[in-house]
C-alpha cells in the first residue's frame, strides 16, 4: 500500500482548473465536495473510518467525471447536448484523426471529436479539475477495503475499482487515438493496477497486452517486453500467438537473435497458422542463412498431429511461395483443397501463385530479345495464366465473404481479357467477373 500521505498533501495544488475560470455550476459543486471529503480524509477523527475514504474516493471520480463533462466514447453529439445542459464549446474544427475526419470541439476542460455521423470518438482531457483524480481514488478505495476488515462493503469498493478500471483503458484509447503512444501504455497499466487492487483483485490480461503494444508502437522496446512477457505468464497470447511475434520482433531489434527464434519457434507449435509467427520464422532463416528444412520440419510435425488441417497446407503453401519454391507451394494447395474441397483459401493460394507465376514469365518475355525463346516463354506465360482461372472460379463459388469475391473477380476478369478473343466462352467469363469486380 503507498503511503497516503500522498493523497492528502494536495490541498495547495490539486485544482488544475480554477472554478471562477470555468464558470461551471457542475465543476464548482464537484470542486466543494472534494474539499469537503478531503477535509474529512485530513481529519484525525475521521480518517480512520472506512465511510470517509468510501466518500473521498467517491469524489475524486465525480471530480473526474465533471472534467470530462460526464461524457463517454460512442455518445452521439445530441445526447451530449442533454447531458451538458447547453453548454457551448469555446471553439470548433475539423481535423484528421488516423487518416478520419472529425469535428473538434474545444470545451474549458476537455476536447471532444465527433465523427461524420456525430458519434462522440475521442475524449481529450486538457484541464482536469484534479490532477491524478484516478490514481488518488484507487488509493482511496484500498484505504476504505483496508478500513473494512468485515467486508460490508467490499461489493461496492470493487466495483468502484472496475468502473475506474473501465475509465483508464478508455482514457488508454483516447490518448492512442490521439497518437499519444507513451501515455496510452502508461494508462492501459494504471488500468491493469486498478484491476488488480484489493478487493477487487483481477487480472486485466487485455489491459496488460496493450500496455505493451502500445509502447512497442512507441519504439519502447524494453517497457514492451516486460508486458509481453507478462502475459505469456498469464498464458495471454494475444490474437493468433501475436504476444510471441512481439517478443521475437522486441528481441530482434534488441539483438537476441536465438532469443527471437525461440519465440517464433514457441509461437509456431501452439499457434501454427500464425501468418505473423509463419513470416517471422521465414525471414528469420532467410536472413540467417539457416537451413529452410527446419522450417518445414515444423510444418510437417504440424500436419501430423492435425492431418485433416487444411489450412496447415495452405500455409506451408505461402511459405514455399514466399522462399520461391513455387511447384511444392502449389502442391501443397493441391493438398488442402484435397482435405477439404470446400476449403477456399486452398483455391485463392493456388490461383494468386499461378497468376503472379505467369506475371513473371510476361516480364522475362519483354526483356528477351530472342524471337524463339520470347515465343517460348510467351506459350509458358499464356498456359499458366489460364491455369490460374480454374482455383480462381471454384473460389468465386465457395466464397462467402462479399469483398473476398469481389478481388477474386479482379483476378479473373484480368487472366479472362487476355483470351477473350479465343472463344465465346472467355468472353462471357470476362463479362461476368468485369461487372462483378466493377460492384
Not at 194 to 219: E, F, I, K
Request: negative net charge; aromatic residues 10%; contains cysteine.
Amino acid at each position: 500500500m503507498k503511503k497516503f500521505l500522498a493523497i492528502l498533501a494536495v490541498a495547495a495544488t490539486m485544482f488544475a482548473v480554477d472554478a471562477k475560470a470555468q464558470g461551471s455550476k457542475e465543476l464548482n459543486a464537484a470542486k466543494a465536495a472534494l474539499e469537503k471529503a478531503q477535509a474529512a480524509a485530513e481529519s484525525p477523527k475521521q480518517n480512520t473510518k472506512m465511510a470517509t475514504w468510501m466518500k473521498y474516493g467517491e469524489t475524486l471520480v465525480k471530480a473526474y467525471d465533471a472534467s470530462i463533462g460526464n461524457a463517454w466514447v460512442g455518445m452521439s453529439a445530441q445526447e451530449y447536448q442533454v447531458i451538458a445542459a447547453g453548454e457551448r464549446p469555446m471553439a470548433e474544427s475539423q481535423v484528421t484523426l488516423g487518416g478520419e475526419a472529425m469535428t473538434k470541439r474545444e470545451y474549458l476542460t476537455r476536447n471532444l471529436y465527433f465523427d461524420a455521423n456525430g458519434t462522440l470518438r475521442v475524449i481529450e482531457l486538457t484541464k482536469p479539475l484534479v490532477e491524478d483524480a484516478l490514481d488518488k481514488a484507487v488509493e482511496a478505495y484500498a484505504k476504505a477495503a483496508e478500513l473494512d476488515p468485515k467486508g460490508s462493503k467490499t461489493k461496492d469498493i470493487a466495483a468502484a475499482l472496475q468502473d475506474i478500471n473501465e475509465k483508464y483503458t478508455d482514457e488508454g484509447y483516447n490518448a492512442y487515438s490521439l497518437g499519444n503512444l507513451g501515455k496510452a501504455s502508461i494508462l492501459f497499466e494504471k488500468a491493469v493496477k486498478a484491476a488488480g487492487t484489493a478487493p477487487l483483485s483481477q487480472l486485466d490480461t487485455n489491459s496488460v497486452y496493450n500496455a505493451g503494444l502500445t509502447a512497442w508502437h512507441n519504439l519502447d522496446f524494453t517497457r514492451a517486453q516486460k508486458f509481453f512477457q507478462d502475459c505469456l505468464s498469464y498464458k495471454y497470447y494475444g490474437n493468433d500467438g501475436e504476444t510471441y511475434a512481439k517478443l521475437a520482433d522486441i528481441a530482434d531489434r534488441l539483438g537476441d537473435k536465438n532469443a527471437s527464434k525461440n519465440y517464433l519457434t514457441e509461437g509456431s507449435q501452439k499457434f501454427p497458422e500464425s501468418q505473423s509467427l509463419l513470416i517471422g520464422l521465414i525471414n528469420y532463416y532467410i536472413s540467417s542463412g539457416e537451413d529452410t528444412a527446419q522450417l518445414f520440419n515444423l510444418f510437417a510435425e504440424a500436419q501430423k498431429n492435425e492431418p485433416d488441417n487444411a489450412s496447415l497446407f495452405y500455409v506451408e503453401g505461402n511459405a514455399r511461395k514466399k522462399l520461391g519454391q513455387n511447384e511444392e507451394a502449389l502442391a501443397a494447395y493441391d493438398k488442402a483443397t484435397q482435405i477439404n474441397p470446400n476449403y477456399e483459401w486452398g483455391y485463392i493460394g493456388k490461383g494468386i501463385q499461378l497468376y503472379d507465376m505467369a506475371v513473371d514469365l510476361q516480364d522475362k518475355a519483354s526483356q528477351e530479345m530472342d524471337d524463339a525463346k520470347y515465343m517460348a516463354l510467351m506459350g509458358e506465360f499464356e498456359k499458366t495464366l489460364k491455369g490460374c482461372i480454374e482455383p480462381f472460379e471454384k473460389a468465386f463459388e465457395i466464397v462467402k465473404d462479399e469483398d473476398i469475391k469481389v478481388n477474386i473477380a479482379e483476378y479473373l476478369k484480368n487472366a479472362c481479357f487476355r483470351f477473350r478473343g479465343e472463344s465465346e466462352e472467355f468472353q462471357a467469363k470476362y463479362d461476368k467477373y468485369n461487372g462483378y469486380a466493377a460492384k
